[in-house]
DNA sequence: CGTGATTTTGCACACCTATGCAAAGCCACG
DNA sequence: CGTGGCTTTGCATAGGTGTGCAAAATCACG
């Protein structure tokens, strides 16, 4: 085990001072000259400059903490993959921490704990599950954070959504337009904003439409319960269902189809939310609200990153509108094939 | 921005010396009184260690690096939540690397040497796409190293897997039982060896049981390869498919039905590899072998904790058998239901 | 060449904890 | 009470970098 080369290797090497070395590294002034000797040695040497050291000394890591609830949801996976690629790109990694099943209070405070442990710069939250509390003491530690996919009213945080409101708005057009009568909706969770702003859309135009919804049922992004949820609403004889998230849908499809014999869309339409890549599948063919996750990912890294690097920088909150993708899941309304 | 509190502040408040603090929070011997003090002082003062001080000194960063390529196929997801979680609990945390799609060798070095700034206790390898270049290099660095669902022969580094082979072998078995005369193997990647693994013992058992095979394509992981090797293999008229890893599957599936109005399994059989979650829902009701992600993990973390503590420690190479889960999508042989 | 303005450089210290070493404390036993 | 063995404690330093400050070097200009 060689040890490691450090800066004072290098600056001997190139006749300089240690601090002439630190300078070089981390771009302050410097001039042409002893920067090249500089980069010389340390190329010379293999130098690298120790990331604990430099972190421990500017109190920055460099590191983003990013906290996940569920990855069964495959929406997730996906914007944690370009997370990482993005972040990687500005000069952060991604420290992935997991809230258990059953998050209580105490694993909440474990998570900020460990997270403060490792100085991270800045936080992603990124899963609707997530308890209030743990964004607010993320705020109390001076930590700048960022909502993902959640919002939280009045909270001063921010946050990074698809248009919520305007989606569900855009699926009650869709189903009242593809001349369905008796509309239910699987809602997402309401204990998240998504979830319920997804559903206030929904049901706010629904009603403008002059169009009564048969009925909401939670299903809390859960698969049983949407299973659950879609029981009642086929009993109350619903000819297209609105369900919060396409997890869920798949769910609902597989239920409506396999054990109640339904066909889709012929007896009852299904329309999702998120656009996952599986939604494309032949096999579910769903129509559904697409959140464009990839600017999703990029505008909340560059929330996150232009909070770290400027303190005073206020929390923005961004909603960016999504396309609702037509496939075979729902009747599609006359000329809009 | 108050000051961190140090562990002078709290050897200030307790009465005793820096190092007694430092002595108690790494667990070195300490006499009741003293620790009773020092944890009471640090109780109030909300005292927590500086863990990237520790790092620098130890050496030891408690951070492992976590290399995936690929988070689409929803086997990977599921693992690094695991993953996330093990080492949490075993109190190191995970930081992510993604590698770009198409990962040169320049990739591979910057990922490298971004893993040693930050000085990773270990790495884990956790994609079969990955070249062996890293794995070489990782060793090379002094870095424990373990391939997750990917094995490299004659590497002398850890591994764990599942049992590749007899699992390909478990698929011919049933697929002969099944009466199945015409048999096809839309094959994973061939540059892998979970794929080239699962082909061999898929194809030695068929040759055993006196069975030809129609035909193997290489499906590369991919969806639209997939796609393609089915069209080759279903104009050979095959009537039972083995396809190297469920994600590829739900392709193969989606395109036997949609595209050519093939009956599964009526017409064609089909078994897939992974048992993902997905596979279980009714659209596909995938047979499929099981990889048991969860020992797979649990296995992985063991035996990188064991090399992290103990450097001697030799590379262990593990294969977990799993069983083949039956289901819709291949017809039974008689007696197995 | 002299002088003031500006840039570059080196010194020394800070960041915060772990740990080797020696001194001090404790205990038991003769 | 004295002595030896064992545990506990404090001192001082290391780990590798960034940065304020003052000295030195450079530059521009008269």
Request: a negative charge; aromatic letters at 6%.
């Amino acid at each position: 085990m060689t040890r490691r080369v450090t800066s004072f290797d290098v600056a001997a090497r190139a006749g300089v001072s240690q601090s002439a070395v630190s300078r070089v590294f981390s771009g302050a002034s410097a001039s042409k000259a002893t920067s090249d000797k500089v980069r010389e040695a340390a190329e010379a040497l293999g130098y690298r400059p120790n990331v604990l050291a430099r972190s421990l000394i500017t109190g920055r890591s460099r590191i983003i903490g990013m906290v996940v609830a569920y990855l069964g949801n495959p929406f997730y996976p996906d914007a944690l993959e370009r997370f990482s690629r993005e972040f990687q790109d500005e000069g952060y990694h991604t420290l992935v921490f997991t809230l258990p099943e059953g998050a209580g209070d105490t694993d909440t405070d474990r998570i900020i704990q460990q997270m403060l442990d490792h100085q991270v710069d800045g936080i992603v939250l990124a899963s609707v599950g997530l308890g209030d509390a743990l964004a607010a003491r993320c705020e109390a530690a001076g930590i700048p954070v960022v909502l993902f996919n959640r919002g939280q009213a009045g909270s001063g945080l921010a946050q990074v959504t698809s248009a919520n409101r305007l989606g569900g708005a855009k699926v009650a057009e869709f189903l009242v337009a593809g001349g369905h009568t008796r509309i239910g909706h699987v809602a997402g969770w309401q204990g998240s904003s998504t979830g319920r702003d997804r559903t206030e859309g929904f049901l706010a135009r629904l009603a403008e439409l002059g169009q009564d919804c048969v009925g909401v049922e939670d299903g809390r992004y859960d698969h049983a319960e949407a299973v659950r949820a879609t029981d009642v609403l086929v009993a109350r004889g619903v000819d297209a269902l609105f369900v919060g998230n396409d997890h869920m849908a798949f769910a609902v499809m597989d239920h409506l189809r396999s054990a109640l014999g339904l066909k889709i869309p012929g007896d009852v339409s299904v329309v999702g939310y998120d656009d996952v890549p599986m939604a494309g599948f032949a096999a579910y063919d769903l129509t559904t609200v697409r959140q464009p996750v990839g600017r999703m990912v990029k505008a909340t890294v560059a929330a996150l990153v232009n909070q770290i690097e400027d303190k005073s920088a206020q929390a923005e909150v961004t909603e960016i509108d999504g396309p609702l993708i037509l496939r075979g899941s729902a009747r599609i309304p006359e000329g809009l094939a």
